[in-house]
């Protein structure tokens, strides 16, 4: 992977673990995340017009990408609604790298070499093992309905992960790609919100305008670098490297919301700055 685009990834993990941390606290989290939505998909259609568009064959990708982004968004609600920030993001991010190395291999071809593999493996069990000790470090299980719903999550990202990658390679444009996908995305989160909540959905977000100007910017920023990063790397090594995001968010977790972490989550810490060192060999 070319230096610079390490870099920019290993930027948008943060700015990823940033919005994250911002929808963890103020609102209630679906109208936290109703507000992400509508905010990104405010500054994309804002800025789209600058952009080329996407290429016709890519637009079938780009609509199922905006609605397995809104999946993913409705999943990670439930999952927050049921357990901590620092036991749900890392199982519900962690899992995907997996997924996306196996189906990647089968659907756009790409393999490894050995040590590649080992670093995406250790990114990957470094936030499964975070997942796996409660803050204290004693042993915590999640609850049933946590568990669930973060590995729910994880599918929706192993998804949108492999058709992202694969439709603004089509698109021949990765930033239009990534803003319309953005503007489809915040769409359908608007018509879910009016079909479950009615007009009282929007009540709640005229007085956190500015923290969903925040997070949604960050989101938007982030997951633009994943996607530009997709059209010059490997989708498995992009997106292992994305996921490194957990460590900032569980420093984020200790020293911005007050939650613990114990040696087993710094143990994991170190496993996935093992897997970041590899992937530079």
Do not use: C
């Amino acid at each position: 992977m070319d230096p610079l685009v390490f870099a920019a990834v290993l930027a948008g993990a943060l700015m990823h673990a940033g919005w994250n941390a911002v929808v963890k606290v103020g609102l209630d989290r679906f109208s936290a995340i109703l507000l992400l939505a509508l905010v990104q998909s405010g500054i994309a259609l804002g800025l789209a017009p600058f952009f080329p568009a996407p290429a016709p064959a890519a637009w079938p990708w780009l609509a199922a990408s905006a609605l397995l982004h809104s999946g993913y968004k409705l999943f990670l609600i439930r999952a927050y609604a049921h357990g901590e920030l620092s036991q749900v993001y890392p199982l519900a991010r962690g899992a995907a790298p997996l997924i996306v190395v196996l189906a990647g291999a089968l659907l756009v071809g790409e393999r490894m070499t050995p040590s590649k593999s080992a670093a995406v493996l250790a990114i990957a069990l470094g936030v499964m093992l975070m997942s796996a000790r409660g803050g204290s470090g004693a042993f915590a299980a999640m609850p049933p309905k946590a568990l669930a719903y973060a590995l729910g999550t994880a599918g929706f990202t192993a998804a949108y992960t492999l058709v992202d990658a694969i439709g603004a390679r089509l698109s021949g444009t990765a930033s239009g790609f990534t803003l319309w996908m953005f503007v489809g995305d915040g769409a359908g989160m608007m018509l879910y919100a009016l079909a479950s909540r009615g007009r009282s959905a929007l009540s709640p977000l005229r007085t956190a305008w500015r923290s969903g100007l925040v997070a949604g910017a960050l989101s938007l920023g982030s997951y633009w670098i994943a996607i530009w990063a997709f059209t010059r790397a490997p989708v498995a090594l992009v997106a292992a490297l994305r996921e490194t995001s957990v460590l900032f968010a569980m420093l984020i977790a200790v020293f911005v919301l007050g939650e613990r972490a114990g040696p087993w989550r710094w143990a994991a810490a170190g496993l996935i700055g093992a897997g970041i060192v590899l992937m530079r060999l």
